[in-house]
């Protein structure tokens, strides 16, 4: 053995040098880690330790023009689970199957939920029941990953009576998620799916809260003070909309269960919209947090299609109602003096080619001026207005009326009104051989390659209120939109409004509907169906003079307008606050 | 003769003192857990082990090396009958409840023998190398020093327990170096292990192969040896595969997961990842004495035992664990101190093969929390809670105060 003192004192230098590097090399794997990658980790063991709890935050309220409540926010309790892992999930629904009374549609969605985030709790029940929920805080132990929360659970307290226009709120769906519209949405959220909520989403939604949760690695809550102070939801501010609650239900009343159609109410000097319905109605409470598969299927096997909204989606032939946009259109094009009377009187009809265009009064009308005209109704006389018109003018007439648009009211389902963009539409459809000036005369009287929107209607009514300022209407207050759409002298403007005032006195076609002590203008109208009877129109307003209120009523198979004019004048006396309506009902 | 100091060695005390006192404040704290477990109230035995240790390390320390040289074949041969006796009732413990290093009687353990063998068979190696008199020039004269810790090294690997293997193998080697065996010849011991290791790729096999015929050429051992050698390594490289399937299935993990632990994040590599998540979030100053979040909240595993480095990393930060590291070095640095300045060399390769075993235990420990070594379950001395290492420690700290005490440079021996 070589224990040569200078031997060992060597071999110790050599071994002390080996402890020194292995001492660096740990203590300098050591600062790596805590030193220079401790940012890294020190997120790592907080993504360990909190568990982020999403607090939804309360949509925004909405109120009618006087501080009614539309649409508000109740307490409710959302049942939601973490998981790990796909696996665990599932193993947590089935287990949790039973006293949730979960369906395999519903474990199917909450899968879905939880491959789209699954960092965030899944949400397994958006509005549990109490029953549930005291059964699950009995378990709660059993269950450390199931997080119970008080969520706020949208409640419209006139239901179906602000359904029309209100909408309706529901979870996120797969599409939506994939839209760059809602980039910040996580599933299981509620987003508005129609209405004013879709529209006005963006300031409804609020802003979403977090809690921080501290659990252990079993993820159990450890209790104790919240590790990080609570990011507190923001609630969304209010929507205030034009909307008169007490008339919009008035409305409703008026349709009672037995009409349907669609209503709207419009200020026309700023395009307020005070009411908006269509009936039948359905009640948008049921909608919240998922759509009850019975209810939705009586509703879409329903005949009278409650889910297709009458005042802003359906479009019918504006009829009659229509024959005050073809006056405007001849005055503003020349050719027809106020007190012109047309060549052929009203005999009941009007022979043109080798086809006999009837009046709707079979004794005739003899012969009218504009006003009797407008105020008989006379299909006659507005036959030979279009023909003197000229189908082009009077196609780009109807544009410039904004009967090709849509009214561009604050609602997202409006549809469009359907209107020729010119000649050549005729062409296009029929050929250029295959179609007549027969189309003019159509088009004079409301009918043939025209039909509109309640809305788009009451708002053509408001110019014809405003002299012409057409006003785009507004359920909630943003910045109000005015369009000249045509310009009259006070000579023209006075006739058309004489003519529509005389249609609701006595002699008119909606005189029962006239209302006692106030001048009202309006005008009836049927639209051709032709797939059962006809749709009945009223647009009319009033006072005649200074018009505070534009209504546009449709009654579906309404046959003729008198009846929609005797809801339109209801509605409008109840505005005003005026006398109560005769009671008779004309059908003439 | 002089009358003998209470303590014969204040730096070797100190060293040992503070690291046990820093373990059992470690200890303590990692039973500072959120939901309580058994593991809150080790420390208090862990403390009743420090004092046993203490009192068997003072009465050792007035004892004398030649009554230790004395007692070190029948605590060998005793030390080796129990670790024989674990292979027949043994039980296994936390992750490794397959193996046996457990002596247990019925579900009772009492403690693992394997601790005691890493003395024993430190100062049985000492007592054999001690004797030859000639320093080991060739494989052959290597066979008894082989047989001694080859003997202990095997009835353990059947257990199995492969931390505590390495172990073994690394007092071996260390002790080798100290009695005077060249390096080359260390290199050319250890060459089949290193083939076996470099076997899971042919490049590096085929490269580490030149490089050993080059040694055996420039070294030029006896022929038979040197063939024998080339053979074996041919054998492991190509066996290793094999090997590898009879690996038990957590010991194929642990070293995968050595590997790359994000292989397999939730099960084995889980205790990895959240070992270093533990100490990278403790940062400069750590998150304070028993608040490591990830100890609390039981993200750690084994925290009081085989990861309590984490936690002094978690919540010590790494000032604390620089602290620590020292702490070692100082009492590695004094103890090679006392090899070089032992009265004999039977006291000289105690000492220094009873600090290569704490070496190694340390290297291999803390290593592990980073991930720089493989999952071995090692303890960490005078840190990881455990009676029988505790014990088995504080035994080596006495016989290493003797040998301090009779050393030169003692207060028993004249200063140079």
Redesign the interface.
Same mark, same amino acid.
């Given at each position: 053995m070589s224990f040569h003192p200078n031997d060992v004192a060597r071999r110790a230098r050599m071994s002390s040098m080996a402890l020194a590097i292995g001492f660096v090399l740990l203590v300098g794997a050591f600062f790596k880690t805590q030193v220079v990658q401790y940012k890294q980790f020190v997120m790592q063991s907080e993504e360990n330790r909190l568990r982020p709890i999403p607090l939804p935050a309360p949509r925004g309220i909405i109120y009618d023009r006087h501080g009614e409540v539309i649409a508000e926010n109740l307490p409710a309790y959302s049942v939601s689970i973490t998981a790990p892992s796909v696996d665990s999930l599932r193993s947590a629904l089935a287990q949790l199957a039973p006293t949730l009374q979960l369906g395999q549609s519903d474990i199917n969605n909450a899968i879905r939920r939880y491959r789209r985030a699954p960092t965030r709790p899944t949400v397994v029940l958006a509005d549990a029941s109490i029953d549930i929920v005291s059964v699950l805080e009995e378990h709660r132990l059993d269950f450390p990953r199931l997080i119970i929360q008080s969520v706020p659970k949208r409640y419209y307290p006139d239901g179906p009576s602000v359904a029309s226009f209100v909408g309706y709120t529901g979870e996120i769906t797969e599409s939506d998620l994939n839209d760059p519209k809602y980039a910040s949405y996580k599933p299981g959220q509620q987003i508005g799916k129609a209405g004013l909520e879709k529209q006005y989403e963006a300031i409804l939604h609020g802003k979403e809260g977090v809690r921080f949760d501290e659990v252990d690695a079993r993820g159990r809550p450890v209790r104790g003070e919240g590790p990080r102070p609570d990011l507190n939801p923001e609630g969304a501010p209010p929507l205030y909309t034009n909307i008169d609650l007490d008339l919009q239900k008035f409305t409703v009343e008026l349709f009672a269960d037995s009409l349907q159609g669609g209503a709207v109410a419009i200020d026309p000097n700023t395009g307020e919209v005070l009411a908006l319905y269509s009936a039948p109605s359905w009640d948008p409470n049921k909608f919240t947090g998922g759509i009850p598969v019975e209810y939705y299927k009586q509703l879409l096997e329903d005949k009278r299609r409650p889910l297709v909204n009458k005042a802003i989606q359906g479009t019918y032939p504006p009829g009659s109602t229509f024959k005050l946009a073809t006056s405007i259109i001849a005055l503003q094009n020349g050719v027809v003096g106020v007190k012109e009377h047309m060549p052929v009187p009203c005999s009941g009809g009007y022979q043109f080619g080798n086809r006999y265009f009837r009046c709707w009064e079979k004794k005739g009308h003899g012969s009218l001026d504009l006003e009797g005209a407008i105020k008989h109704s006379c299909d006659v006389y507005f036959y030979q207005l279009g023909l003197k018109i000229g189908l082009a003018k009077f196609i780009a007439g109807g544009i410039t009326l904004s009967m090709r648009d849509r009214s561009g009211i604050d609602l997202p389902e409006e549809s469009q009104a359907r209107w020729p963009y010119a000649v050549d539409y005729y062409n296009k459809k029929y050929g250029p051989r295959g179609w007549s000036n027969a189309e003019t005369l159509n088009l004079a009287i409301g009918q043939g390659a025209n039909s509109q929107t309640v809305v788009n209607m009451a708002k053509l009514y408001s110019a014809f209120a405003t002299k012409g300022q057409a006003p785009r209407p507004e359920i909630a207050h943003l910045v109000p939109q005015r369009k000249q759409v045509f310009n009259l002298t006070s000579v023209q403007d006075s006739v058309v409004l004489e003519g529509l005032k005389a249609v609701l006195e006595a002699g008119g076609t909606a005189g029962a509907s006239a209302i006692q002590g106030l001048t009202l203008a309006g005008k009836t109208g049927t639209a051709q169906n032709t797939g059962g009877d006809d749709h009945g129109w009223f647009v009319g307003f009033a006072p005649a003079d200074k018009p505070k209120i534009v209504v546009a009523v449709l009654l579906e198979f309404g046959l003729h307008g008198s009846r929609a004019a005797h809801i339109a004048s209801a509605i409008i006396g109840h505005y005003l606050k005026v006398g109560p309506i005769k009671a008779t009902m004309d059908e003439g | 003769m002089m009358s003998r100091p209470i303590v014969s060695d204040v730096r070797l005390l100190a060293a040992a003192g503070l690291l046990s006192l820093f373990g059992v404040a470690m200890v303590y704290s990692a039973g500072q857990t959120? !939901?309580p477990t058994a593991v809150a109230t080790v420390y208090k035995s862990q403390i009743l082990w420090l004092v046993i240790g203490m009192g068997f390390a003072y009465a050792i320390g007035h004892s004398s090396v030649r009554f230790i040289e004395w007692m070190t074949t029948p605590l060998y041969l005793f030390s080796i009958f129990l670790l024989g006796l674990t292979l027949v009732v043994g039980k296994g413990a936390g992750t490794a409840a397959s193996t046996k290093s457990w002596l247990a009687i019925g579900s009772h353990r009492i403690g693992q023998p394997s601790e005691i063998a890493k003395v024993t068979v430190v100062l049985m190696l000492a007592k054999v190398?001690?004797n030859?008199? @000639? !320093?080991p020039k060739s494989l052959l004269d290597l066979w008894k020093p082989a047989l001694v810790v080859g003997v202990p090294w095997l009835i353990i690997m059947l257990q199995p327990d492969l931390g505590t293997g390495i172990v073994f193998i690394g007092i071996f080697f260390a002790m080798l170096?100290?009695?005077?065996v060249a390096w080359p010849l260390l290199i050319l011991i250890a060459s089949p292990a290193i083939s076996l290791i470099l076997s899971f790729s042919v490049g590096l096999w085929g490269a580490w192969f030149f490089i050993l015929l080059a040694l055996v050429l420039w070294y030029r051992p006896y022929l038979i040896e040197g063939i024998v050698l080339m053979v074996l390594n041919v054998a492991t490289g190509v066996i290793a595969p094999m090997m590898w399937e009879k690996l038990a299935p957590y010991q194929q993990n642990r070293l995968k997961v050595f590997i790359d632990p994000s292989a397999d994040p939730?099960a084995s590599g889980y205790h990895v990842i959240?070992s =270093? $998540?533990?100490?990278?979030? #403790? #940062? *400069?100053f750590g998150k304070g004495f028993t608040e490591g979040?990830?100890k609390? %909240?039981? *993200?750690l595993p084994e925290q009081h035992t085989d990861f309590i480095f984490s936690v002094v990393?978690e919540e010590l #930060?790494?000032l604390g $664990? !620089?602290i620590a /590291? !020292?702490l *070692? /070095?100082w009492l590695? %640095?004094r103890i090679? =101190?006392i090899? @070089?300045r032992a009265n004999d060399?039977f006291s000289?390769l105690v000492a *220094?093969g009873l600090m290569s075993s704490w070496?190694v235990h340390v /290297?291999v420990n $803390?290593?592990m929390t980073?991930n /720089?070594m493989p999952i071995t379950g090692i303890p960490l001395p005078f840190f990881s809670y455990g009676g029988s290492f505790m014990l088995a420690s504080w035994l080596a700290v006495g016989i290493l105060m003797r040998i301090s005490g009779e050393g030169r440079g003692s207060g028993l021996s004249l200063r140079r």
């Open positions: - | 959120d !939901t190398l001690a030859q008199r @000639e !320093t170096y100290w009695a005077g939730r959240q =270093k $998540v533990a100490i990278g979030s #403790g #940062g *400069f979040t990830q609390r %909240l039981a *993200f990393g #930060g790494f $664990v !620089t /590291l !020292t *070692f /070095l590695f %640095l090679t =101190k090899a @070089e060399s000289s *220094f070496f /290297l $803390v290593g980073l /720089l």
